[in-house]
């Protein structure tokens, strides 16, 4: 599986917007979940957001609830990312990553980390303030 990043991270203004696009390639099957993680520094990788490509039921941590939105072209395998209301601890390191197979079960899994299987190189968010 690999991953090219479309739209990448940057550096944004407290209260700006940003959008990332992943493309990933390569899927073995039409089942996959796919999803945003972040790291910010001196933190372990957490989940943003996921989606599931069967039925497109969607996981989104809590903390970034109404401010980052998750979509999926299915038909080019992108994983978007929007972003509002940037704050300065949303600063950190953004990847895509999947995991093909049982997407619905991972979803319903909040999408943790330890089962991802392919991940994105990941693209720097810096918010300053």
């Known amino acids: 599986l690999r991953f090219s990043c479309r739209r990448g991270g940057g550096l944004v203004q407290v209260g700006g917007s940003l959008r990332l696009s992943c493309a990933a390639s390569?899927?073995?099957?039409?089942?996959?979940?796919i999803g945003w993680f972040r790291q910010a520094p001196g933190k372990e990788r957490e989940v943003i957001s996921c989606i599931s490509s069967s039925d497109g039921s969607t996981f989104i941590n809590y903390s970034i609830k109404d401010r980052f939105y998750i979509s999926n072209d299915d038909t080019e395998n992108v994983v978007n990312l929007q972003m509002y209301r940037l704050k300065v601890e949303d600063t950190g390191v953004y990847y895509c990553?999947?995991?093909?197979?049982?997407?619905?079960?991972?979803?319903?899994?909040?999408?943790?980390?330890?089962?991802?299987?392919?991940w994105g190189k990941g693209t720097q968010v810096t918010v300053s303030s």
């Open positions: 390569g899927f073995t099957s039409d089942a996959y979940a």
């Open positions: 990553a999947a995991r093909e197979g049982r997407p619905q079960a991972t979803v319903m899994a909040g999408c943790a980390t330890r089962l991802m299987e392919h």
